[in-house]
């Protein structure tokens, strides 16, 4: 054996350091879950619109599956380009008013994918340190200069744009709604940065997809027109899959560069057919994200009455920083043994020192719910003494 260096020693390293993860398999999906008989409320889910169950999307998924099989069978360059996936590129594009777009198998390789062609083998990126893990990785493998600028630090980027101009594309790359504080990011003062310096602007809308501008997204409810959107059919549409949007020369790039687009077998005819009914919902039912951000504003209020102190921040997700990996984890388990589902979330998924318990609100979750949960928030957290 590999004295020192063993699985099983790098397993207890992460054990000490109250980092180690592990799976739990649940029963279902989504806002609201019956574990062992009894009703458990799931503040872990992104199903931010209540579809993954929705029968609509299950029929579509159905039928998509009838007729085209369940696999894609090859990669889209290969034969595994369907009708479908020509349909949803052309339906995304609209919903977030680009020329066009591309499905990807998942939002992770969507960001892999345009990333790394933007940027090419000479970009300069510039990127916000809170940034999603599938971004970062992009500007890792785009090998291109990359440069982190401080969360939402406008002056920081500005400086940071002044001072590397030398190489090819300029990118600037932000989440829309930050998916772990549940901030928005200043798109419009990056698109305005991003214009006076020559840069293209991408905005990864996955948590504000479905949820703001009636559905189009947080820059679409600003008036922001990034050069670049990247998003997924993993959340508020309730489905599975990534795309990227763009103009149609930057999607015609894409089909031709990304290698996590041309190298990957092409996205499953269910997840085909139930995002293309997602989408369909959302349209007509363009009022449903804003319901939600009106319950996650009651939510907000409810918490802090009891005395957390939850940021005053748009979105419908909340953060409850514990600080300690081992206290957070420990809160999330005493809350599950309560009907309340809320994962830890722990280095590196966040900045050490700060594990929280993320909450994010579901159109599953009514009032009484969000009272219920509040309740057994506050108790528990008086309990850990952290309240
Ligand atoms: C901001 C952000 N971008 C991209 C992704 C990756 O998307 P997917 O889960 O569809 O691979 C996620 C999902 O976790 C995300 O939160």
């Not at 458990?40 to 099989?69: C, I, Q, T, W």
């Not at 369909?280 to 009651?298: D, S």
Request: charged share 20%; aromatic share 4%.
């Amino acid at each position: 054996m590999y004295a020192g260096n063993s699985f099983e020693d790098e397993i207890a390293g992460l054990e000490e350091e109250g980092l180690r993860r592990k799976l739990a398999a649940l029963p279902g999906a989504g806002g609201k879950l019956t574990i062992d008989g009894s009703e458990v409320l799931n503040f872990s889910s992104n199903d931010y619109l209540n579809l993954a169950n929705d029968p609509r999307l299950k029929d579509s998924a159905k039928a998509a599956v009838e007729r085209y099989g369940c696999g894609a069978t090859a990669s889209r360059l290969m034969a595994g380009d369907l009708i479908l996936h020509e349909e949803l590129d052309m339906r995304l594009a609209g919903l977030v008013h680009q020329q066009a777009a591309l499905v990807f198998p998942s939002g992770f390789q969507a960001n892999l994918g345009a990333i790394t062609t933007l940027a090419a083998k000479d970009g300069i990126i510039f990127s916000d340190e809170l940034n999603h893990a599938s971004i970062v990785d992009g500007c890792r493998l785009a090998r291109a200069q990359v440069h982190i600028f401080r969360h939402c630090d406008l002056d920081h980027l500005e400086g940071l744009l002044q001072t590397h101009q030398r190489g090819g594309r300029k990118i600037i790359v932000s989440d829309g709604v930050f998916s772990m504080d549940g901030d928005l990011a200043p798109v419009s003062a990056l698109r305005q940065l991003a214009d006076r310096h020559g840069a293209y602007l991408l905005i990864d809308e996955a948590h504000a997809l479905g949820v703001f501008g009636r559905g189009a997204g947080l820059c679409a409810e600003l008036g922001v027109k990034p050069d670049v959107v990247v998003a997924n059919m993993t959340k508020a549409l309730g489905s599975g899959g990534g795309f990227v949007a763009g103009s149609r020369d930057f999607i015609d790039l894409l089909i031709n560069k990304a290698r996590s687009f041309i190298f990957s077998t092409g996205l499953a005819p269910a997840c085909l057919g139930s995002a293309l009914k997602a989408v369909e919902i959302v349209e007509a039912e363009p009022e449903l994200g804003a319901e939600l951000l009106r319950r996650a504003k009651f939510l907000r209020g409810l918490l802090n009455e009891k005395g957390f102190d939850i940021p005053d921040e748009a979105s419908q997700i909340v953060p409850m920083v514990i600080g300690s990996n081992e206290a957070a984890v420990e809160m999330s388990g005493a809350l599950l043994e309560r009907g309340v589902l809320i994962t830890a979330v722990r280095p590196p998924s966040v900045p050490d020192g700060t594990a929280r318990l993320r909450l994010s609100i579901t159109l599953a979750h009514d009032e009484g719910d969000l009272h219920r949960a509040t309740e057994v928030m506050a108790a528990i957290a008086l309990e850990a003494g952290v309240l």
